[in-house]
């Protein structure tokens, strides 16, 4: 019983851990995010007051309308009209989720904004955190790469 | 049994020791705001503070932090 208590305890801290290239995405977040089979997505983790993203989402917008890839945007704002308003003003032509529970943020877990979670068949293929200078080029050579 | 008994104490002692909550990059979203910068919102206002802290103490510097708040690079 004490062992027990004991082991609890010490396990009691330890958060969830972050999804990871070649790990498969849980059953409810498959549902939410819907994607097709053997198809590459690209999934962007973004918020409205993170100015990196902001400076990215242009390029991926523009990765989205020459049909390199599938995007999918996933807003992490606390208030879906901040995200709302974020994606209007930047005009963002790909689908957007709008992440209020934060059921899809707390699952991948990303070390930094913004992220972008490559997936097909529901398999984590290949991450990348923070800034980078030109990702659209990054992107498509990525999917290049992966086909 | 007693041993049991004070290691689960000190279990539940040092717990208070750790964090209980980390802040995750998406929930960065305050420390993000101008405001929080070191300086504050005015430049100026950061400019002329470090004029009266050199006159008064002949000394400058160490005064700045470096990034942002959302966690990238």
Partial sequence: ?147 | MLKLTILALSALLFMGCSMTKEVKPWEKGNLAKPIMQFEGLHPLVAKFDAHVYFSKEAARGGNGVAGGGCGCN
Avoid: R
């Fill in chain 1, 1 to 147: 019983m004490f062992k027990k208590t004991l082991s609890a305890l010490l396990f009691s801290s330890l958060t969830l851990m972050a999804l990871e290239t070649g790990e498969t995405i849980p059953k409810d977040i498959q549902t939410q995010l819907n994607m097709e089979e053997d198809k590459v997505y690209v999934l962007n983790f973004f918020a409205s007051w993170c100015k990196a993203c902001k400076k990215e989402l242009a390029l991926v917008n523009k990765v989205h309308n020459e049909k390199i890839t599938n995007i999918i945007g996933i807003n992490v704002d606390k208030k879906k009209e901040e995200g709302e308003a974020f994606v209007q003003e930047l005009e963002l032509q790909f689908p957007v989720i709008y992440d209020e529970e934060k059921a899809l943020v707390e699952t991948f877990s990303p070390i930094g904004f913004p992220a972008v979670y490559y997936v097909k068949n529901n398999k984590v293929l290949h991450t990348i955190f923070g800034a980078v200078d030109n990702i659209d080029e990054q992107i498509a050579s990525d999917i290049k790469e992966i086909k």
